[in-house]
């Protein structure tokens, strides 16, 4: 439990200070980091070979993804900061809209790629991806293929994943909520989609959920 303790300790005191929506971006920001940086120096103790995730293959960008409000703030930051959050803003409506009686387990059944996956099937917001895409990894593209497949017949089937990546991002994510909920705060998961559109729309997201506020958005 080594980074969910350590990233709920940095974390909550940040929390603690927080005075604008720039600040949540930032904290985001820092539980990426500081996740990255113990896959790195965990890295001998796992192998990475078999790890066959690339550019380009995109079989996992069509399920139900979970973010905090952090993540949300921080990819709208990133949306702005490229000038691509107002031709965004419609699609993003677009996709609420269409997706707005769809239960969470039935999401992939929609067929409906990411609304930030590009022409050439990669992340667009790569660097700024949520922590739950960032746990995924795959041994196979074939079997996240007849994975989804078996899904969509309702069928559950696993996937060989990097354990010490899923954990250590699942954790992080856990942290982050804890360290929320911790201080007050709203620590619900939102859908991805909904929660960036929000926070595109808003900026006083901060303010809000120090005050206790729950937000529920669209
Ligand atoms: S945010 Fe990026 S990595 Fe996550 S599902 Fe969408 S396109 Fe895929």
Not at 91 to 117: A, M, P
């Amino acid at each position: 439990m080594y980074v969910y303790e350590q990233i709920l300790k940095k974390v909550g005191e940040c929390i603690e200070s927080i005075s604008s929506d720039a600040c949540l971006a930032d904290i985001a920001r820092i539980v990426t980091t500081d996740s990255d940086t113990y896959i790195l120096e965990n890295k001998d103790k796992t192998n990475f070979d078999f790890i066959a995730c690339k550019k380009g293959c995109a079989h996992c960008c069509v399920v139900f993804i979970t973010v905090l409000l952090p993540e949300a703030v921080s990819i709208a930051a990133y949306l702005r900061k490229e000038g691509r959050a107002e031709k965004l803003i419609p699609l993003l409506e677009e996709r609420v809209i269409e997706t707005r009686w769809t239960e969470e387990q039935d999401w992939s059944l929609l067929g409906k790629k990411c609304i930030f996956l590009d022409e050439g099937g990669s992340c667009s917001i790569y660097t700024v991806r949520p922590l739950l895409c960032r746990a995924v990894t795959s041994a196979s593209a074939e079997d996240c293929h007849e994975a989804l497949a078996s899904r969509i017949m309702g069928e559950e089937k696993p996937i060989l994943m990097n354990l010490l990546i899923k954990k250590t991002y699942e954790q992080s994510f856990h942290a982050l909520a804890d360290a929320m909920k911790n201080n007050g705060m709203d620590s619900a998961g939102l859908e991805l989609t909904r929660a960036v559109l929000c926070a595109l729309k808003n900026k006083d997201l901060a303010e809000r959920l120090k005050k206790g506020e729950k937000i529920r958005p669209c």
